[in-house]
């Protein structure tokens, strides 16, 4: 089992930037890909962007240029960097890890709640 722990959530006005952290710990040797999802009132849940182990990085369209995912593997740590931020944004974001990408996440934490009004 992976558990993940995210932190970093919270309230900004629009234009406004936050950071999401997550920690995973566990049985990680076979997780490649982690990455965060997004679910907001109301919608289904969305990929917002991953990176694999070499630093490859997807993002969703609406997030390119925005968002930045970047990973610490020494310290089994993903982070989400959201900029100019939107009330659209607003979502509970939830980390992801997998063993690789054209799945889905094999493990999900519990979300973080990012508000974000205008």
């Known amino acids: 089992q992976v558990q993940l722990v995210e932190s970093g959530g919270g309230s900004v006005q629009t234009g406004g930037s936050l950071r999401l952290s997550c920690v995973a710990s566990?049985?990680?040797?076979?997780?490649?890909?982690m990455g965060w999802y997004r679910q907001a009132p109301g919608k289904q849940r969305e990929m917002v962007a991953d990176?694999?182990?070499?630093?490859?990085?997807n993002y969703a369209d609406s997030m390119k240029g925005r968002f930045t995912i970047s990973r610490n593997s020494a310290k089994n740590t993903v982070y989400l960097q959201m900029d100019y931020l939107e009330p659209e944004d607003t979502a509970v974001y939830y980390c992801?890890?997998?063993?690789?990408?054209?799945?889905?996440?094999?493990?999900w934490g519990q979300g973080t709640q990012v508000t974000v009004s205008s």
């Open positions: 990176i694999g182990i070499v630093d490859d990085a």
């Open positions: 992801t890890a997998q063993r690789r990408r054209g799945i889905r996440p094999d493990y």
């Open positions: 566990g049985s990680i040797y076979n997780i490649n890909v």
